[in-house]
């Protein structure tokens, strides 16, 4: 370690050594949901829809054709590497599948222009929220990383109903600190000065949510 660098943390420990102890936060807030799963899901889609994304119903036998007919008949769409292959359509002339290795350090990571230059992306998700109609990506296999979810224009997230949570610390309980995480409230969207609504600015302009019954 650097002298300069001993010095400053020295004089940080020094200026810290007689700061008060920080209190315990209280926690009395609800950490546990009194609605059934139908509650909680009905909950959710109300949120979601009212963002303004598009959101749809599937079981694991017609979720190709759920997936296939939101991609359309022409299509170049980028999944992660750990996404069940059995959810997606077959491959045709004109609709294609490209997966993404999930690192940059790894081969078969795709850029940002060829992000840029596919039409969608399926991914699945950790948990959602349905308190405030969040959905977390915590950067599993099965969801990539932040690139490939943000890049895009269209997103196409599966959203396994055992996933869904009322209550925001029921969603936090499922995330893992040690990976990035995405919060998704629908579809991009901001607004400049005057107010104007502006789509796909930090994000996909289309949000397709496929609420999963396994």
Same mark, same amino acid.
């Given at each position: 370690?650097?002298? =300069?660098?001993?010095?400053?943390?020295?004089?940080?420990?020094? *200026? $810290?050594?007689?700061?008060?102890? =920080?209190?315990?936060?209280?926690?009395?807030?609800?950490?546990?949901? !009194?609605?059934? +799963?139908?509650?909680?899901?009905?909950?959710?889609?109300?949120?979601?829809?009212?963002?303004?994304?598009?959101?749809?119903?599937?079981?694991?036998?017609?979720?190709?054709?759920?997936?296939?007919?939101?991609?359309?008949?022409?299509?170049?769409?980028?999944? @992660?590497?750990?996404?069940?292959? +059995?959810?997606?359509?077959?491959?045709?002339?004109?609709?294609?599948?490209?997966?993404?290795?999930?690192?940059?350090?790894?081969?078969?990571? $795709?850029?940002?222009? +060829?992000?840029?230059?596919?039409?969608?992306?399926?991914?699945? *998700?950790?948990? *959602?929220? =349905?308190?405030?109609?969040?959905?977390?990506?915590?950067?599993?296999?099965?969801?990539?990383?932040?690139? #490939? *979810?943000?890049?895009?224009? !269209?997103?196409?997230?599966?959203?396994?109903?055992?996933?869904?949570?009322?209550?925001?610390?029921?969603?936090?309980?499922?995330?893992?600190?040690?990976?990035?995480?995405?919060?998704?409230?629908?579809?991009?969207?901001?607004?400049?000065?005057?107010?104007?609504?502006?789509?796909?600015?930090?994000? @996909?302009?289309? $949000?397709?949510? #496929? #609420?999963?019954? +396994?």
């Amino acid at each position: 370690m650097s002298s =300069a660098k001993e010095d400053i943390l020295a004089r940080i420990r020094t *200026s $810290l050594a007689d700061a008060p102890v =920080a209190p315990e936060p209280q926690r009395n807030y609800r950490r546990v949901s !009194h609605l059934n +799963q139908e509650q909680t899901i009905e909950m959710l889609v109300d949120r979601l829809i009212d963002y303004k994304a598009n959101v749809f119903e599937a079981t694991e036998a017609n979720i190709a054709d759920v997936i296939a007919e939101r991609l359309g008949e022409t299509s170049h769409y980028v999944v @992660p590497v750990g996404l069940n292959r +059995q959810w997606l359509p077959e491959d045709t002339p004109t609709r294609t599948c490209f997966t993404d290795s999930g690192s940059t350090l790894e081969p078969g990571a $795709l850029t940002v222009h +060829q992000l840029d230059a596919v039409d969608a992306v399926v991914t699945s *998700s950790t948990v *959602s929220c =349905a308190e405030t109609g969040t959905i977390f990506l915590n950067s599993n296999q099965d969801e990539g990383r932040r690139a #490939i *979810s943000l890049v895009p224009d !269209h997103h196409i997230c599966v959203v396994p109903r055992s996933t869904v949570v009322e209550l925001v610390p029921e969603a936090i309980d499922r995330i893992t600190y040690e990976r990035p995480v995405t919060m998704i409230s629908g579809p991009s969207a901001t607004s400049d000065i005057e107010l104007i609504r502006v789509e796909g600015v930090h994000g @996909p302009r289309t $949000l397709d949510v #496929i #609420i999963l019954d +396994q």
